[in-house]
Every structure is written in structure tokens, then in C-alpha cells.
């Protein structure tokens, strides 16, 4: 057990949410390197090696919701996605004290907030992401509630310093805080309103209540915390925002502490010190289907939701010292360490969402999010897709670097209402790379073997993924060059494709012909059924 498992079970957690309270905006992140010849396409950042001879070429259908835009014309040496993404406030060491710091989802953007000799700590954003309310302690004295704007200015004590008092929490409307103190002797949860006015006593149960965090539904106002109230070890409870009702949520025979309630105030998260260590748990705001997120014999401790619910951040050591990590709260489950610095980080919080680097598509090995690789490290053209959430899918078309000069991309009508068709046409095409997703490698269609100068892609208008891929006979598709290669009709259910193809691959990249084909069914998914 870590020297603040002790400080932290017998502190109170202060959770307060400043809408109503006050105002502000998130950041954007700046592109990156080369800002001159870096190029935003929709929600993409594209480097081309030239932007005089670069172009974008929307593919989609009119009825498509999913936007596809072709990028030929100059080779690119880096593509990423942005996104509106959490920031990360924690506590850190680095600096000789304990200060605050923050940080992008990945671990760039790297900002102190706070710069002193006293020991700050257990940092939560507001919902409105304009302020910070933390534990401050100076040396010879108690430790007390501070708040602060997200840049470190404007600090105010909330609370009076002459008792311990730690665990902020902000209340969903912004206007309170939950806290813990030893008024009396005793660790309670308390609630004071977000100037420090109206103290009130929570619980008042013989035993330590400590770690609250304000439940983010402002309908149904709940706090959970961590109590001993019932003799044995620290468990997790839950209560009405006004004390009433306290329920005991874990009944097992371990120390149980430090919950922290997802976004939509479904799920809880929370410490557990097993035999294998102390370990991330999940359940259902209920109490039912309680299961470990985490299985590793080191400390895992502190869990804070992501603002989207798919990632849990959280201090470790399992690489020697305490650094931040997140980890996905679906499978795979995969987790990724964001500090790295040879002091402790610890006590992470996540919102203030700003514009941030999603995903790196085409780069240098190791360069998108989490350490991964992207799909390539560079590229003469490509089809990306993104919609009003963001970046759908990405794929590259490969050509030899003598054929970057020959490449076109069309759209072709007829398609039907679910798939846009696209056209790519080049001297050859050698293959075709799609995104499977960070940390998996990308399909490939090899094309090489057929020595295609065209083929016809079919997207799903939905999801952006590309579904079926047809490629033209190489002696077809010169003289079929001006009518893009095929022709479409429809019967009955079915879309039917007419031309002169060496294979039709499906979305798996399996050649469904080849020996060729001269017509082609696709379903209303756009999946080749029937090959003639």
C-alpha cells in the first residue's frame, strides 16, 4: 500500500460543478510541425509534400452520412484525426512539490498549473471545465479546499484550513462542493456551496466516510463515498445529496475506496486492495455485476472516467514509480501508460475537453495514440471518411512512387442510397490499406498480382467502411477510362454491376473471382453475393 492510501482513506472527496457559476470555452490544439503545409480536411490534418499540386475530391453520394473525399495529387507524410478530447489534470512530483499539472488524452500538451512550496493535490474539473478545486496543504499545517481558474490563477480557500480536509467534488450544477473533514475528530462527508458559505454535515456515522463524488445526474442527486460505518474494512456507499439514505453497494472482505461515477451516472468505479494488489473495479451505480477493469499485481488506484465512458484514467507503478495510465472500459481492455516521468504522478481527473490529436493515419512507426502504428508511414493518395462525430475510416490507395503523377478518383452515380461508389484509377494500383483500428494492423486488398489501373470501391454510407472492391481487367479499363469501368442497375433488392473485372474482393479482402467476372450482385449492405 502506497503511503497516501492511508491520507486518502481517511479523507472526503468534494465534487462541484460550475454550470450556473460561471463561464468559458475549451482550447484548441495546434497542428503539428510544418504548420505552412499542414491541411485541414474536415476533422483531418493532412501534410502533403507539396500543397500546390495536392487535392481533395469529395466522393460521397448527396443522401451519404458519412462525408468520403479522395487526397491525391502529392505524397503525404502525415494525416491524423482531431477530435474533442479530455484533458488530464493530476498531481505530480515532477518538480521537487507536489503541483498540479495537465495534459492531452495522450500525454502532449504538457502544462504545470500550479508552482509553490506547498503540496497540492487531488485536482477535479469542473463540469464546465473553467475551474479547478483541489487540496492544498502547506508545510506545519492542515490541508485545506482551494478552488482556482484552470490556469492557476484567482486562488480562493474554500474551506478554513484548521481541520483535514481533502477529496473535492464538484456538484453537477457547479455551485457545490463535497469534501471530507475531521470536524469533531471524526472523517465526515460534508457539502459547503462553491464560495465555502453553508458547511453541512452529510453523514455523521461512527467511522471514517471519506472519497465522495457527486453523481453527474442533476435529476436523481446522489453522492457515493467510502465508509468504515459498519466495523470492518473501508466499503462503498451511496447516499441522497443531502445525506439521506446512505446504502452499502460492496459487501466483500477487502478495503474498498476512492469511487468515481461514469458520465451517465449508470456505473462506478473503485479501488479494491485484493491479494493481487490494488486493482480498478466496475459495477452498476446498483451494486450489481461488480468485476475487476484491471489485473495487474501493481497498484492501480484512483479511477477517473473519461467524459465519453470508454476510458478509466489511473495511477500505477507498475513500471517502478507512479505515472498516469488509461485504459478502455471495453474490450480489448487495452491500457496506456501517458506519463512518463521518473517522479510520481498520480490522482488523475479528466474534462476540460479540447481539440486534440485522435489518431495518426499515416506517420512514423509508433506515432499514433497510445505508441501504436499508423496505417502507413506515408502515402500518394487516399479516401477518408468522417461525419458530424468525427473520423469513420481511412483508406490508402498504394501506388509506386513513378505512377504518384497518374492517379484520378471519381464518384460514380447509381450506387444506391446506403453505398457511395468511387472510381481510382492509376498507371497500376498495387493495394489498398483500411484502418482496423489503433493497435491492429490494417486489411489489405493486394492488387499487385492483377496489375490493375482501376478499381471500383463501394463504401457504406454509414460507417464510412469500404465493402466491396472491384478490380478492372487491366486491357478493360484504358478504353473504359471516361466511362469509369462499369455500369450499375438494380434488381429487385440487389445492385448490379456490369464491366470487365479480375476480382471481386469483399470487405474481407477475399477474392471472390478469380478467375473474373463480368457481373456482379451486391446486397443493400454492398457485399458481392453473386459473381458472374
Not at 452529510?202 to 457515493?224: E, F, H, R
Not at 462506478?268 to 468485476?291: D, F, K, L, Y
Not at 499515416?362 to 495514440?369: E, F, L, R
Not at 483508406?395 to 464518384?411: F, T
Amino acid at each position: 500500500m502506497s503511503a497516501h492510501h492511508g491520507l486518502l482513506l481517511a479523507a472526503a472527496v468534494a465534487l462541484a460543478s460550475i454550470v450556473g457559476c460561471s463561464g468559458g470555452g475549451p482550447a484548441t490544439a495546434p497542428p503539428p510541425a510544418d504548420q505552412a503545409q499542414t491541411l485541414a480536411v474536415g476533422p483531418m490534418l493532412v501534410r502533403p509534400a507539396s500543397t500546390a499540386g495536392f487535392a481533395t475530391t469529395t466522393l460521397s453520394n448527396p443522401n451519404s452520412v458519412c462525408t468520403i473525399v479522395g487526397l491525391h495529387g502529392a505524397q503525404i507524410s502525415y494525416m491524423a484525426s482531431q477530435a474533442v478530447l479530455d484533458r488530464i489534470i493530476f498531481a505530480s512530483e515532477r518538480d521537487g512539490y507536489r503541483d498540479i499539472w495537465a495534459c492531452n488524452l495522450d500525454g502532449s500538451g504538457l502544462t504545470q498549473i500550479t508552482n509553490n512550496t506547498a503540496s497540492e493535490y487531488e485536482p477535479k474539473w469542473s463540469p464546465d471545465a473553467t475551474h479547478i478545486a483541489c487540496v492544498r496543504q502547506w508545510s506545519g499545517q492542515d490541508p485545506e479546499i482551494m478552488t482556482m481558474n484552470v490556469d492557476g490563477t484567482n486562488v480562493h480557500a474554500r474551506t478554513s484550513g484548521i481541520d483535514h480536509e481533502g477529496s473535492p467534488t464538484w456538484s453537477p450544477d457547479g455551485c457545490a462542493i463535497a469534501y471530507h473533514s475531521n470536524v469533531g475528530a471524526n472523517f465526515d462527508i460534508w457539502r459547503m456551496y462553491y464560495d465555502g458559505s453553508g458547511a453541512t454535515n452529510l453523514t455523521g456515522a461512527v467511522g471514517v466516510d471519506a472519497y465522495p463524488y457527486w453523481s453527474p445526474v442533476i435529476s436523481n442527486q446522489k453522492i457515493v463515498f467510502t465508509s468504515t460505518r459498519d466495523g470492518g474494512m473501508a466499503e462503498v456507499y451511496v447516499m441522497n445529496a443531502d445525506g439521506a439514505s446512505p446504502t452499502r453497494l460492496t459487501t466483500d472482505s477487502f478495503a474498498d475506496y476512492s469511487p468515481a461515477w461514469n458520465p451517465g451516472g449508470a456505473m462506478i468505479a473503485w479501488n479494491s486492495i485484493r491479494a493481487s494488489g490494488s486493482e480498478v473495479m466496475v459495477m452498476q451505480s446498483t451494486g450489481i455485476q461488480q468485476r475487476p477493469i484491471t489485473n495487474d499485481p501493481d497498484e492501480d488506484q484512483r479511477p477517473a472516467w473519461s467524459s465519453d465512458g470508454r476510458y478509466l484514467a489511473f495511477d500505477s507503478d507498475r513500471t517502478g514509480n507512479l505515472d498516469i495510465w488509461l485504459q478502455e472500459t471495453e474490450a480489448p481492455f487495452r491500457a496506456y501508460r501517458i506519463t512518463t516521468h521518473a517522479d510520481d504522478d498520480m490522482m488523475p481527473h479528466l474534462g476540460n475537453p479540447a481539440l486534440q490529436v485522435e489518431r495518426v493515419l499515416i506517420g512514423p512507426g509508433g506515432s499514433d495514440w497510445g505508441g501504436y502504428d499508423p496505417v502507413w508511414s506515408s502515402a500518394y493518395a487516399g479516401i477518408v471518411a468522417f461525419d458530424g462525430h468525427g473520423y469513420r475510416n481511412f483508406v490508402r490507395i498504394g501506388v509506386r512512387s513513378a505512377d504518384a503523377g497518374s492517379i484520378d478518383m471519381a464518384a460514380l452515380p447509381g450506387a444506391g442510397w446506403d453505398l457511395s461508389c468511387v472510381v481510382v484509377e492509376a498507371a497500376e494500383i498495387v493495394n489498398l490499406r483500411e484502418d482496423a483500428g489503433r493497435g491492429s494492423p490494417p486489411a489489405v486488398w493486394d492488387l499487385d498480382p492483377l496489375n490493375a489501373g482501376s478499381v471500383v470501391l463501394y463504401f457504406d454510407t454509414g460507417s464510412g467502411k469500404l465493402v466491396s472492391a472491384l478490380a478492372v481487367r487491366d486491357v478493360a479499363w484504358p478504353a473504359e477510362r471516361g466511362a469509369r469501368a462499369c455500369t450499375h442497375g438494380v434488381e429487385g433488392d440487389r445492385l448490379v454491376v456490369t464491366g470487365d473485372f479480375s476480382a471481386v474482393f469483399d470487405a474481407h479482402g477475399r477474392n471472390l473471382a478469380p478467375g473474373g467476372a463480368t457481373r456482379v450482385a451486391l446486397d443493400a449492405d454492398g457485399d458481392a453475393i453473386t459473381v458472374q
